[in-house]
Every structure is written in structure tokens, then in C-alpha cells.
């Protein structure tokens, strides 16, 4: 059996830890089983359903820049005292250059993953980029999920060379099928019937643009009074946005979903998805929306990549009555169609089981190249 160690802050339900869960459910775990190294103390999301499917979960703290000294020697602590560890699979950017250039030291193989596209647009953005940036000297292997993300993180030389490769965030496409009848149900579980539906899926937090989605819902609500607007997440913009929504007299209209285990159901009862981030890497939400077969408008933030229905509109953020429009058109589309897109999701590679098994594949490779070292560098 192969063990990997995935590198990640903490396992709570956002884009990056639900795509690697994804993947999880989907190993063959006789084969390779995923162990985690987090740096929250918390019990988080997934904890309890990685311990179920076998996985162990390692603490240490974040890496801070000032802790430097400290943050390696815990991390190569925890590789020597764990030599079935020879792959590192490295989803915090900050701190790669650290742990990925600590693990090769130890002779394990060192994989970087990129799951953003960050456009600077504060200080910690630029420090973000700074110190991220000394991977590109370190890995062994570059994945990302879409050559956005791999250009920003590992710059255009490596995005198109041998030892970088796109993985999707695969998803399970056979749990978004939609019916007449699931959409009822789905609805009414929400407290909702008829009305119109607009949602979205989202950590609250300033790249999601959660303001801006407030003042265009309540454009849509001027011509549209009983629509609904369906927000699913949480994050620290959470209190901000409630806010705004009083101020704009909303209070009523935006129901505040909280953090769900499922995203199907909440799919279903939306009839719009509405995705005005001001970046992402890929963005799985709309993935999943699409897949669901729901029309949905996201911003040019968002990468091409990921736009794979034909139900799917690109628009500019920089007129809210232009998004209002394409949102009311979009419902009124929306009301002529029920089939859904799970066949085209499938075509372009975002099924979770043929991910899994080209990941399995990979990891199998990058096994049979570890040096098998856990005293090099030592």
C-alpha cells in the first residue's frame, strides 16, 4: 500500500479539502490511503469520516514566516519518525517551499499542487506570492487545477513543461441528477415552493465578491419581488454580509444556509447559480452547478477552464446592472429546461472515479521514483 501525505491547513468543508475528500471516497484504499498533516488544533469537518475510511490526521503549527526553524524541524520530525511516507503532497502554498524542500532533503518524493489563481489585491496577497513563490525550485512534480492556476503559482515556464499536469476537481456527477420532482423536494426542505431560486456556494470571504452579489440581487429583486437568494458557506466576511443584506433591505429574501453536507440538494433547489468571484483557481461550486444542469452566470475571474455547459455565461463585474439582467434572463431560461448535464461533465474529465484512477496511476509513479531514503539530509 501506498501512503500519502497531503499537506493542508485543516479539513473543514471548503474547495480544496471537498475535492480531496472527493477523491478520497473514490481510492481503491487497498492500493493508496490518504494521511493528513493539519495545523488546527480543532476537531474539523472531514476529521471524523478520514478516521472511518482509515486516514491519519498529524498535527503541527502553522508556519508563520518567524517560526521558521520550528516549523521545519516539526516537519522533519514527523517524516523521520514516519518513513511510509515517501510522497508529499503539498495544497498550502505559503509553506511549500518549506516542507516540499524538507521532504526532498529526507529523499521523499515532493508534489506542489496549485488550487488558486490569486490576482493581487492587498498586502497579504503580495506576501502570499512572495513567499509561495521558491517552489518552483523545490517540487518534484506541479499539479493545478486549471492553467490558470498552474501559471500563477509556478509561472508559464514550468505551466507548460514535462513535470506539470492539470487535474481536475473531480466531483460525483451521478449525486447532481435532477428531476421534477427532486427540485420540489429539494425546495421545500429549504422552506421555499415557487419562487425564484438564485444561489451560490462560497466561502465568505472578500475573493467571492458576496457584496457585489448583494446589490445585484436586489436589481433582480426590483423586477423579480419574491425572488430568493441562497447563500451556502460560511467564512469571515459572514457578519459583514449580513449586515449589507439589512442595509439593502434583504433580511427577508437571503437565506443563509450555513455549511452543508449536501450539495446536491442545495443545487437542486436553486434555479440560477450566480459566481461573481474576483478570482479563483477553478472554482468547484460552479463545476457542480453545471453539472447539475442549472443555468449560471459567473465573472471573468473565473477560468475558461472551467465553464463546461453551454448553460454557463461569462460576465464582467464591472456593471452590477448587466449581471442583474443576465440573472433575470437566465431564470427565465432556466423555466424551459429540465434535463441535466452530467454526460457533458463526464466528457471533460470531471468525473471523480476516472480522476481517482489517473491519480492512482500517478501515485503508483511517483512511488516507484522515491528515492526510499528517510535519513538523506538528516
Request: aromatic share 8%.
Amino acid at each position: 500500500m501506498i501512503r500519502i501525505l497531503h499537506v493542508v491547513g485543516a479539513m473543514d468543508r471548503a474547495g480544496t479539502e471537498t475535492f480531496l475528500m472527493n477523491l478520497y471516497r473514490h481510492m481503491d484504499r487497498s492500493e493508496v490511503q490518504f494521511d493528513f498533516l493539519v495545523n488546527a488544533d480543532q476537531e474539523c469537518d472531514y476529521d471524523g469520516e478520514i478516521r472511518n475510511l482509515g486516514g491519519i490526521i498529524h498535527h503541527i503549527p502553522a508556519y508563520n514566516l518567524i517560526n521558521y526553524q520550528s516549523y521545519r524541524r516539526s516537519f522533519r520530525e514527523l517524516l523521520l519518525a514516519h518513513p511510509e511516507y515517501q510522497i508529499i503532497h503539498g495544497h498550502i502554498g505559503s509553506s511549500a517551499p518549506v516542507y516540499l524542500a524538507e521532504a526532498k532533503r529526507l529523499g521523499r518524493y515532493a508534489i506542489a499542487h496549485s488550487h488558486s489563481a490569486v490576482k493581487v489585491a492587498s498586502l497579504r496577497d503580495i506576501i502570499f506570492k512572495a513567499v509561495s513563490r521558491p517552489v518552483r525550485g523545490v517540487a518534484d512534480l506541479y499539479l493545478a487545477c486549471s492553467p490558470e492556476a498552474a501559471e500563477d503559482r509556478f509561472g508559464p515556464q514550468i505551466a507548460i513543461s514535462e513535470s506539470c499536469m492539470i487535474v481536475n476537481n473531480g466531483i460525483d456527477t451521478e449525486a447532481f441528477t435532477r428531476t421534477p420532482q427532486s427540485i420540489v423536494e429539494a425546495k421545500t426542505s429549504f422552506g421555499m415552493g415557487g419562487e425564484p431560486v438564485f444561489g451560490h456556494i462560497g466561502r465568505f470571504s472578500p475573493e467571492k465578491n458576496h457584496l457585489f452579489l448583494l446589490d445585484v440581487f436586489a436589481s433582480i429583486k426590483k423586477e423579480l419581488p419574491l425572488a430568493k437568494l441562497m447563500l451556502v458557506g460560511r467564512g469571515p466576511e459572514e457578519g459583514v454580509i449580513h449586515e449589507r443584506a439589512k442595509e439593502l433591505s434583504l433580511s427577508d429574501s437571503v437565506i443563509f444556509a450555513g455549511v452543508l453536507d449536501d450539495i446536491p440538494s442545495a443545487l437542486r433547489a436553486m434555479d440560477v447559480f450566480l459566481f461573481p468571484s474576483l478570482y479563483e483557481g477553478l472554482g468547484i461550486s460552479f463545476i457542480e452547478a453545471q453539472t447539475a444542469g442549472l443555468h449560471c452566470i459567473a465573472s471573468t475571474g473565473v477560468p475558461e477552464h472551467a465553464h463546461i455547459s453551454p448553460r454557463a455565461k461569462r460576465v464582467p463585474t464591472d456593471s452590477k446592472s448587466d449581471w442583474a439582467k443576465e440573472s433575470i434572463a437566465a431564470y427565465r431560461e432556466s423555466q424551459q429546461v429540465s434535463d441535466d448535464l452530467i454526460r457533458l461533465a463526464k466528457q471533460e474529465g470531471f468525473d471523480i472515479k476516472s480522476v481517482a484512477e489517473s491519480l492512482s496511476d500517478l501515485y503508483r509513479e511517483c512511488s516507484s521514483r522515491a528515492p526510499n531514503s528517510n535519513t538523506k539530509g538528516a
